[in-house]
């Protein structure tokens, strides 16, 4: 087999090709705009993907919390009422408000654990820590 410039050439683009993409996208992190907040897994998880999203959402505040208030979540199913909820944890869960004030350390860090029913809708959270860091710089 003869190897040519024009192969190596092809091997190394498709190479950080891949590398730039596995980097850019990151199932476990979600960014927010409005208002400016990351939430992050700390490690995948065996929940779908909706309901990591919906657990995000929940805790960016972008909809309204069935975390914190149990009446907005959907009911229970008929096993859970009998034998209770099979309780799975997402382990760590970060929430980064940023630009939270205006001086540094501007962003506020949450760290939540955060455990749902595999079967339902129910899920609860805990806030474990609360800190700031420095991460946006002063406007």
Same mark, same amino acid.
């Given at each position: 087999?003869?190897?040519?410039k ?23 992190v979600y960014?927010?705009n *409005? ?12 929940m779908?993907? %909706?309901r990591?999203?919906s ?7 972008v909809?309204?919390?069935?975390l ?8 229970? *199913?008929?096993i859970?009422?009998?034998?209770g909820? *099979? ?5 760590t869960v970060?929430?980064?408000?940023h630009?939270?004030?205006t #001086? *540094? ?6 760290v939540?654990?955060?455990? #749902?029913?595999?079967?339902c809708? #129910?899920?609860? %959270?805990?806030? #474990?820590?609360?800190?700031y860091v ?6």
């Open positions: 087999m003869r190897i040519t024009f192969t190596v050439l092809s091997f190394l683009i498709c190479f950080f090709t891949l590398c730039v993409y596995a980097d850019e996208f990151n199932p476990l960014h927010y *409005n208002p400016e907040v990351t939430v992050e897994f700390s490690e995948p998880l065996s779908s993907l %909706e990591q999203q657990i995000a959402d929940q805790l960016a505040g909809i309204p919390n069935s914190i208030d149990p009446s907005i979540s959907d009911p229970e *199913n008929i859970c009422s009998i034998f909820h *099979n309780l799975a944890p997402t382990g970060t929430v980064t408000h630009k939270a004030k #001086y *540094n350390p501007r962003c506020l860090k949450d939540y654990h955060v455990v #749902y029913c595999t079967r809708d #129910y899920a609860m %959270e805990e806030l #474990y820590d609360s800190f420095f991460c946006c710089p002063e406007d």
